[in-house]
Each structure stands twice: as C-alpha cells, then as structure tokens.
C-alpha cells in the first residue's frame, strides 16, 4: 500500500519530469532499514559514547583503540547490511537523469554497491572503507580496503559458550556466537598503538578511517565540484533531502544554495521536526516515513 498522499505523489512527479538540474543530499536514514543506525536521536548512542562524540580527531589522538573498535564494528556492520531499495532507485534514476548529482554523508558503501554512478555520486564525508595515515606529515592513503578485521586485535568478540545473537547482529540474520560490542555491558580490550594498523608507507603512523571527522575539510576536489553544480549562474530544479539531520555543515547548507538556485525541495524523513534549518516553502514536499519504501515509490 501507498504511504504517500496521492496528490503530493502526482505534483511531485510531475516536477520531477521536468527536472534535469536534480540534487540529493542524503544522510544516515537512508541506511537505517538496511540495519545501520543513524547519529542522532536513538541508536546515536555506541556504548556509553555519543556517535559524534568519536567522529573527531580529539577522540582518536585520546583514545585511538576505543575509536577504532567504534569504526571496525561499523565496518563489519556495513559489511553484513545489504543497499535496500531507495539505494536502487536513486542509482537508477541516475542514469536516467544525467545532470542528476548525489551528494551522501553516508560512509557505509551502500550507494556504490547498489551500482549508483560513480561519476554522479559525491562522498562528501568519505567511506568506512578508505584509511589513511593519521601522521600529518604522511599522504598515504588506500581505497577500497575491506579486509575485516582490519587487523587481528579488532575482531568481534565471540562467545562460544552462547549460540544466541544479541539484539543488533540478531537484525542481520544469524551470526553464531558473535557478541554485539555496541552494547555496554560487553566487555572490550583496551587497545593501545601496538594492536592498531600501522601505515605501510612511513612504517610509524597509525592508520585511521579515511572518513570526514568535525573539525576537518571536505574533500577537496567534492567541494569543487559542488561549488561547480551549484554556481551562481546555474539553475537547480529539485533537490530531495533524504534521510538526513541537516544539521552537519557544509552538507545542510547546500539546501539553502540549491534553493537560492531556484530548487523546489523535497523532504523524506521519518521525523517531521526534521526539516532543514531554513523551513519549508510553497510548492515544497514533506514525504514523511522509511525512505527505503518512499523513494522508490515517488521516484517510480
Ligand atoms: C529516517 C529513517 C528512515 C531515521 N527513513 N528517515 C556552520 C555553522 C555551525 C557549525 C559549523 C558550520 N560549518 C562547519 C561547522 C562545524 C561542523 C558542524 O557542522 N557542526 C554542526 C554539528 C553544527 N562541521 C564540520 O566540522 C565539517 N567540517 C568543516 O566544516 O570544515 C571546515 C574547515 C575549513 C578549513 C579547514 C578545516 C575545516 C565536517 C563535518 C563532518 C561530519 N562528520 C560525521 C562523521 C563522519 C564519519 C562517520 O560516519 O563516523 O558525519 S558526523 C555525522 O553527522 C556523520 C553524518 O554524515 C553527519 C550527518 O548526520 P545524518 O546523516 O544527518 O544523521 P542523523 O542521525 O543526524 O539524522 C538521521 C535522520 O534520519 C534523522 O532526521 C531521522 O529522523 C531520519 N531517519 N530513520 C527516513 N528509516
């Protein structure tokens, strides 16, 4: 059965065909009915710390083995969870709509293994599965790493005595004996430099997730090419903000561009409180529920 109200549907699509300048800006949402949490609100929390409060580069220079068992868990997570269908449909209509860009703050890898065009895909804040070297004097970097664990010291603890998953894992279908580390009550190592990746180039760095912490620069060749799509002289037809806060800068902000760009802007979000900072318009659309079942119904 339909979740959105047939006349929204009927004038959203109708805006849609006659789009050819079209934005996404997508956020954890997206990813939350493959089984990944999201930031903000519940399942923000990992352990006893707040997801944000580990995505900087404090925390990793106060306590690397801490931040990366928070990354390597997520990393496995992403790993198990499969694209679900909004992921297909935004790929899919990315090769229909050529002047289609996708910009995600997503780092789980859901996007490009749904097959969305790379060329027509930003990752504004990275991917889970790039690391680099922590060492500012150091440039190397490695895409596409996905070995997990990404070294022995940060396997997922199991507990052979219990063939009985724990909530998040028991999600993602069975997965004997592993326990579910997000949980506080089960007990981690402390890590320290000997048992983290160490950079394979300057041989003393640590590695870190290539991800984008608070604090640190987008991309720079992303950020041009942003700053290119949405140039004073262009003209924007839609942008679909997906799944997403908006609350992190520079991403929140490229909904005010867009629209000052003259962009109609669609929300798909489960919470109705969460829409962007600069409110909605007339003409604008408030789809609200899963966007795993949304968009791929309004972008049918
Ligand atoms: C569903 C759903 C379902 C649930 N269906 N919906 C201007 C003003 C104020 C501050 C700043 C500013 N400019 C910059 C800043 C500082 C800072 C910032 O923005 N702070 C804010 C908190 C105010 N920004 C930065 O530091 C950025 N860097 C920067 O600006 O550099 C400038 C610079 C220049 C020169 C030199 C040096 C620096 C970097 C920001 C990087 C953010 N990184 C993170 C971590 C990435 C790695 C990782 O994944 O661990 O990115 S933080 C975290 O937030 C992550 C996310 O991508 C991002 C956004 O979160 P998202 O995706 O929106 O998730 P949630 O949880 O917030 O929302 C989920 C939504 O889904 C909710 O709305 C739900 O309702 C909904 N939902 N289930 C549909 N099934």
Known sequence: PSVVPPKDL??????????????????????????????????GLWRTHDATSLATPQAFERDPGLVWQFYSYRRHMALKAKPNPAHYALAELARKKEDFVTLTQNVDGLSPRALHPASQLKLIHGSLFDVKCSDFFCTYVEKDNYTDPIVPALAIPTDESDPTTTSALAARGPQPHELDISDENVALPELDYNHLPKCPECKRGLLRPGVVWFGEQL?????????????????????????????????????????????????????????????LYDGDWFFQGDAAQIVPEILK
């Open 10 to 43: 009927e004038s959203f699509q109708t805006h849609l065909n006659q789009s050819t300048r079209i934005l996404a800006l997508l956020g954890a949402g997206l990813s939350a009915s493959s089984g990944l949490p999201t930031f903000r609100g519940a399942g």
């Open 219 to 279: 991309p720079y060749g992303i950020i041009n090419d942003i700053e290119e799509y949405l140039g004073k002289r262009q003209k924007i037809d839609l942008i679909m903000v997906i799944g997403t806060s908006a609350k992190v800068f520079p991403a929140a902000g490229y909904v005010d561009i867009a629209r000052a760009r003259g962009a109609k802007v669609a929300i798909i979000n489960m919470d109705p409180n969460d829409i962007p900072a600069g409110g």
